[in-house]
């Protein structure tokens, strides 16, 4: 009977003992990790001395950096990534953005930025995406080796005087189409024209919009001219694909085609004096 007691005796005193191990080493990590956590907030090693911005091509990391709200010198772990991501999202130049630390003292931005497919001069200069999101540009960046959109810009311009009663900056490029409709013929052109003959958009360099329903093509080398009219633009690229390629065969030079009219391609060959001597 003794002995029962002594052994329930003694297997209690093991199990209070543990208990108040465990407490006791619950409570020094407790106690060690709020004086850690005290010290990495406070300490200068962690302060913020470096912003490293991956993934961007149009937009400065100066740039980025004054938009992120980001603070050299403030400790690394005050900074709110979260809301540093959220702020920079508003930025209508990017796609996505990624945050993260490096310590003791480095952010790490990465930004996927809206990619253009054109260039326009509205308001300032933007560039255009394939959904028809506008880009703000600085050419002090450097601008990307892209088609132009040209219109006439003089509606996007304030008048004199008048510039606090008219907000001109555009975010959509459907509301620069409200003060000028042929913006959006000249991205659905360059959308069709990048998608049905890719080597075509490569050469291109300028869609002209200045006359309306009248597009024109500019491309880079020749200064060849083309006149694509209203509509159909599937048809007729497809018909200028198989132009081209005739063209190219028969080794004829031209600085005009001419798709205004229907299924009709009008081609103004260039005379040379050569060719002019051989008639003759």
Not at 26 to 44: C, D, F, H, K, Y
Not at 106 to 112: A, F, L, M, P, Y
Not at 228 to 237: D, E, L
């Amino acid at each position: 009977m003794n002995s029962n007691r002594m052994r329930f005796t003694f297997r209690l005193m093991t199990g209070l003992a543990i208990v108040l191990l465990a407490s006791g080493t619950t409570a020094g990590l407790v106690m060690g990790g709020l004086a850690l956590s005290r010290w990495t907030e406070n300490s200068p090693v962690f302060n913020l001395d470096a912003i490293v911005v991956e993934g961007n091509r149009i937009a400065g990391k100066e740039d980025i950096i004054r938009v992120s709200g980001l603070e050299m010198g403030k400790n690394i772990w005050s900074a709110d990534l979260e809301e540093t991501g959220r702020r920079l999202m508003l930025d209508t130049r990017f796609d996505r953005v990624a945050l993260s630390r490096r310590l003791p003292g480095t952010v790490v931005v990465r930004v996927k930025e809206l990619q253009p497919i054109a260039i326009v001069q509205l308001d300032r200069l933007y560039g255009v995406s394939e959904r028809a999101e506008l880009i703000p540009l600085s050419p002090g960046n450097g601008l990307p080796d892209l088609p132009v959109i040209t219109i006439d810009a003089s509606g996007f311009r304030p008048e004199s005087g008048a510039a606090e009663s008219r907000d001109l900056h555009f975010e959509t490029l459907r509301e620069a189409m409200l003060v000028d409709p042929e913006m959006g013929r000249a991205l659905y052109l360059m959308r069709v024209l990048r998608a049905m003959s890719p080597g075509m958009y490569d050469e291109l360099s300028e869609i002209h919009m200045s006359r309306p329903n009248d597009p024109i093509a500019y491309m880079v080398e020749g200064g060849l001219a083309i006149r694509f009219g209203t509509g159909h633009y599937p048809r007729k690229i497809e018909m200028l694909r198989r132009t081209v390629e005739r063209l190219e065969a028969d080794a004829i030079r031209t600085r005009l085609i001419d798709l205004r009219f229907k299924d009709q391609v009008i081609v103004r060959p260039v005379v040379s004096s050569r060719s002019l001597d051989r008639r003759s």
